[in-house]
Structures are given as C-alpha cells and as structure tokens.
C-alpha cells in the first residue's frame, strides 16, 4: 500500500456542528501532516505529528484538534468554524525525518470542506 | 529562512512544445528542493526532488529539473508539452524544524498546453 487516504471526500457543516476528517496511511510513516489550502494557493501547514506526538502547531486556532491515535491515523477535529475555514485540508506521511530534513512528503487526495 | 519563488503565476506553451517553469531558492545552506503537481481537485503528487546526489535530477512523465547552485535556481523543463500536463505546478524547499520537517511552497505556476 503505498497511498495517503482521505475521508470524507467532501463535508459540507454549519458553524455550530462538530465533524473529524481522517487520514490513514499504511506504509510505516513516521511523519504526518495537516495542510489547508485555499483556492488558487499553495497548500499552508497546520500541524505535524512525528513518532505520533505533535511536534509542530503553526498557530492554529483551537476550533481545530489534532489527534493522532497510533502511527498509521491521523484525524482532525472541527469545531464551531466559520464561513473562511472553507478549503481544501491536506493530509500527508513522510517515512522519517532526516537531520537534514530530505524527508519526502505524500499527499492524500485531500477533503474539500465547506461551512455554512 | 529558507525561501522559494516562482517567477510566473502561468505559463502557456502549445501541444508538442518545451515546457519552461522557473523557480529560485534562498537557504543559507545546501537545501532539499522539490517539485510538486496538482492536477485540479486533487492532492499533490511529487515529480522529483534533489538532495545533492546529482545536479540534473529526471522526475515522472517525462519532467527534469536542474540545481544551479551559482544562480541559485531548480527550474523544471519538459521537452514535449503533453495535454494531461495542464495542472498547477509547485517549487518547494524542505528545511529541518526540532524533530520534524518542514516545507516551504512556492506560490505556485498554472501550466496550461494550448492544443
């Protein structure tokens, strides 16, 4: 299995709903990440997972929580968002991270959200 | 900090012909450079990377990308522009963070192959 998989493919929420978007990999990762991206922009990170612990939240506001249960899932969970949290969110795995940081990344497929 | 730009926003080149698609770096040290395609509505897909093993670095479908360490430059070149090529294309630096990586993306190019 050599995919980042992504589900739901798309969700559409109110503001005042609570939804997760999951991701899974199966190829011994041991990196994940959380990109959003917006139209006709280059995907912005969120947050990395690495050896299943965060390592990195790029400011993101609280209505987002990361969790990463074991190393091959990753899932993000909403709540109370607004109209701009609308995007395409990106999952991705890289198999280790190098001292040099030449670690390699691969995407998922994404899942476009839309909130009302 | 390291840093990528793209120096066009689109390009547009004809069925059959070069493709062209610019990127210059900015790292204080020897970088890891990628190049990236995403076809609409869909995730990212690698074409290549370079981590100094080799300056001319040959991706899938056909793409290449060239280190220029003295112009401090990763352009990617195709010699024959096909039509599944239309996407958006994305130069990327990757540096190390604490115990992770990072990477840094450029703004982005829109290839559109006219037929």
């Known amino acids: 299995d050599t995919e980042v998989t992504q589900t739901p493919k798309h969700l559409v929420m109110g503001m005042t709903n609570k939804k997760s978007l999951k991701c899974e990999q199966h190829?011994?990762?041991?990196?994940m990440y959380w990109y959003k991206q917006k139209a006709k922009k280059p995907p912005e990170l969120m947050f990395v997972y690495s050896y299943e612990k965060l390592s990195i939240n790029e400011s993101v506001p609280s209505r987002f929580s990361p969790e990463c249960p074991n190393s091959s899932l990753l899932n993000l969970h909403l709540h109370a968002l607004q109209p701009e949290d609308s995007a395409l969110y990106l999952c991705a795995s890289s198999p280790y991270v190098t001292p040099d940081g030449t670690d390699t990344q691969y995407f998922g497929p994404g899942t476009r959200l839309t909130v009302l | 900090a390291q840093s990528v730009t793209q120096l066009d926003s689109h390009v547009s080149v004809s069925e059959g012909t070069p493709v062209l698609l610019r990127c210059n770096y900015s790292s204080s040290y020897s970088p890891s450079l990628f190049w990236y395609v995403q076809h609409p509505n869909k995730g990212l897909q690698l074409l290549l990377k370079y981590t100094s093993a080799a300056t001319l670095v040959k991706g899938i479908n056909g793409f290449e990308a060239e280190f220029k360490k003295s112009e401090t430059s990763f352009h990617l070149t195709k010699p024959s522009a096909h039509m599944s090529d239309a996407a958006e294309y994305f130069c990327?630096?990757?540096?190390?963070?604490?115990?992770?990586?990072?990477?840094?993306f450029g703004s982005g190019t829109r290839l559109s192959i006219r037929p």
């Open positions: 990327v630096v990757s540096e190390r963070i604490s115990s992770a990586s990072k990477i840094i």
């Open positions: 190829m011994g990762h041991r990196a």
